[in-house]
């Protein structure tokens, strides 16, 4: 029977960049105003690695990676020397390979308790999990995965063009279950870029803002539903998952979402940004009061933000490495069915499968039906 070591956990939690126990959700710190009722600002802070949103979230990771023409392989055709294969995470000459040895990306690792939304703005990804299902996608589709009482899924990143390179950015974004769904039998769901809606606003001097309404309704624009026992499938948690690009200079107001929501701004690209008439640095996040209405404005260069919103769910967080559940024991006892059950097994010939060159969008699911982008 397969064992968790101390180092396996390690690696487990290197994988998606997190390793804790027992940690909480972030909340805000100390305001930064005297008068909350007036100022819709709650706080500012510098970003680190990974991204720390309150909940219901826990956490989002940012990937933005220049990889090199690809190989017959479909792996990088530069040199990988002086990386620490299976831990690199250096960055040099612009890109890491993770726990990638071949091709760059993270092979099969255990999730249980949350979901992953994993957002692909450029590049393609190559999923493959312990249920047989596999996937490819990218350059704007979604994938939302809950995995409920238990999954093994991997994550790869083929450099599929050889004339040119093959530049990959996303994000991932941890989102938690309440206790009732920590157990549902996991599940994935699509959200190919087509059926994803984008509101373009035009400003007073038309300069535009384009918000991509990836969860959570934007005026009429609706999104695609979320996996069925996702927290964002619930009306009450007012889930939002936006992403914002402004033109410089452009002038934009968020509207009031309910009270009591956790609503976030990370700006992770440009210059600065006035958010409510105060200036924010690049790479800082920004803590919202959610019933007010939030004037945005850009500065000298284009602004790229992630916006993240939802009631929080409002119970423990026990958290080590890949599995987030509500108790230490729930946490030990995940890791008994793990190496009791490896989450039904791993049904590839490798733990880094890809699939081949010639493959172009799809999703296969638990039930073998094939699915392609319209």
């Known amino acids: ?99 990638g040895r071949t091709i760059p990306g993270f092979p099969q690792h255990p999730h249980r308790g949350f979901e992953t939304v994993t957002v692909v703005r450029n590049g393609l990804l190559d999923h493959s999990d312990s249920l047989g299902a596999a996937a490819r996608f990218g350059n704007g589709d979604v994938q939302w995965l809950t995995a409920g009482g238990g999954i093994l899924h991997s994550e790869m990143f083929p450099l599929l063009k050889s004339e040119e390179e093959n530049p990959l950015e996303l994000f ?3 989102l938690n279950l309440p206790a009732r769904d920590k157990m549902v039998d996991p599940y994935f769901t699509m959200l190919w870029h087509e059926k994803i809606p984008t509101v373009v606003h035009q400003d007073a001097s038309n300069r535009s803002t384009k918000v991509t309404v990836i969860a959570g309704k934007l005026g009429e624009a609706t999104p695609p539903s979320p996996p069925p026992n996702s927290w ?13 690009r402004m033109e410089p200079g452009a002038e934009f107001t968020l509207p009031a979402a309910s009270a009591g929501v956790n609503r976030t701004l990370f700006f992770y690209i440009g210059t600065s ?21 939030v004037a945005l404005q850009a500065g000298p260069d284009a602004v790229e933000i992630l916006m993240l919103q939802g009631r929080p769910i409002g ?15 729930e946490i030990q006892q995940a890791f008994a069915d793990y190496q009791r059950t490896q989450f039904g097994g791993w049904p590839w ?25 319209a």
């Open 273 to 293: 940004l006035r958010v409510a008439g105060r200036n924010v640095e690049s790479y800082h996040s920004v803590a919202l009061k959610s019933d007010e209405a």
């Open 315 to 329: 119970e423990p967080v026990v958290q080590y490495g890949p599995f987030v559940m509500n108790t230490r024991a």
């Open 1 to 99: 029977m397969p064992k968790v070591t101390r180092r396996d956990s390690l690696k487990l939690g290197a994988t998606v960049g997190i390793l804790s126990a027992g940690c909480q959700p972030a909340t805000p710190k100390t305001p930064m105003t005297t008068n909350p009722k007036v100022d819709p600002v709650l706080s500012i802070e510098k970003l680190g690695f990974p991204w720390r949103p309150p909940d219901p979230f826990l956490a989002c990771m940012h990937h933005d990676d220049h990889y090199p023409k690809g190989d017959g392989r479909m792996a990088p055709t530069v040199s990988l020397a002086g990386r620490d294969l299976g831990q690199d995470f250096s960055r040099k000459d612009g890109f890491s390979m993770y726990h």
């Open 172 to 174: 991932q974004i941890w």
């Open 349 to 373: 010939p490798g733990d880094d499968p890809v699939h081949p060159r010639e493959e172009g969008r799809f999703a296969r699911h638990v039930d073998r039906k094939l699915v392609r982008p």
């Open 232 to 244: 964002a499938s619930k009306p009450e948690s007012d889930l939002a998952i936006w992403t914002f």
